[in-house]
């Protein structure tokens, strides 16, 4: 029987069979060996394709797409649809990594219908296998009850909770008193019984993310919190050095390991770009692929004279016999 060849376009190749893709099941599966879960943020199509063909087990579309990508100084701008934005193209780039969205501020705090209301949206609308919200205290927690209760999995976040800045203080790390570190495990354990399948950790001292995981039955997903949580997360921005934000420009979070300096190798792709154009070194032969035969060129040229478009077959003429033609006055 012969084999059915993907379509190939000018632009890509063939498209790859989809890998297995990664269930809630896979990562309880992690969990219950031991195994480190890698989760990493993506806001558009080709990120999400970065992101799931290195391997990476969970793929957040982060509201922090309001600061990396929008260029906000806080993640509280980005609404709801324009997360479902994100969300889409996300989906449509990812083959096998699961994929979690964020609820953004204000989509969720109102009451339990608004939440959920929000999260069948994420799933309906954004493709994405789970959501995500901050916070484990009063209307949080009946939040992600509500949304659970639905049939929708919850990712919970505790510790430096970037849609709480205004009454947190700024971004600042947590847990850092004891009281402090006692307050943060509660609203952890309060996710979890109301549901949540694992709990992001982030800004938290390792001693107290280690204390938070041996407590909790669910998977703790950290960020900035040391070396003991279930997982880790990071900003796809920051752990490559896109210096996409001015936050990031000069300075990545301390907590981030900078794996590539991609941003220095855009800054000086783009210089040479606009260097070989402005030169007129770009395209030469190599990037100008497409060819029309000389019996079209000389009718086109033909046509274009009929119809009166001289400077066009002109400029045919020139290309053709390699001299300039003196233009016809009207």
Known sequence: MASIQPEHTVYSGPKAPSPKRITLRSIRSKYSKGEPITMVTAYDYPSAVHVDTAGIDILLVGDSVAMV??????????TLDEMLMHC?????????????????????????EQAVRSAVRMMKEGLMDAVKLEGGGGARV???KAIVSTGVAVMGHVGLMPQSISVLGGFRPHGQTAREAVRVLREARDLQEAGCFAVVLECVPPVVAAALTR????????????????????VYHDLLGMMQHPHHAKVTPKFCK?????????QDALQQYHAEVTQ????????????????????MERMLRDEGFHAAADAIEEQVHGHRVTPISD
């Open 69 to 78: 990508v929008h260029g906000h100084d806080t993640t509280l701008p980005v």
């Open 88 to 112: 889409k193209a996300v989906s449509r780039g990812s083959q096998r990594a699961f994929l979690v969205g964020d609820l953004p501020f204000g989509s969720y705090e109102t009451s339990a």
């Open 142 to 144: 009946v939040a992600a």
């Open 215 to 234: 407590e909790l039955s669910i998977p703790t997903i950290g960020i900035g919190a040391g070396p003991y949580c279930s997982g880790q997360v990071l």
């Open 258 to 266: 900078q794996y590539a300096a991609v941003g220095a190798i855009i």
């Open 280 to 299: 007129r070194q770009f395209p030469g032969p190599k990037h100008s692929p497409y060819v029309i035969e000389d019996r079209e060129v000389e009718e």
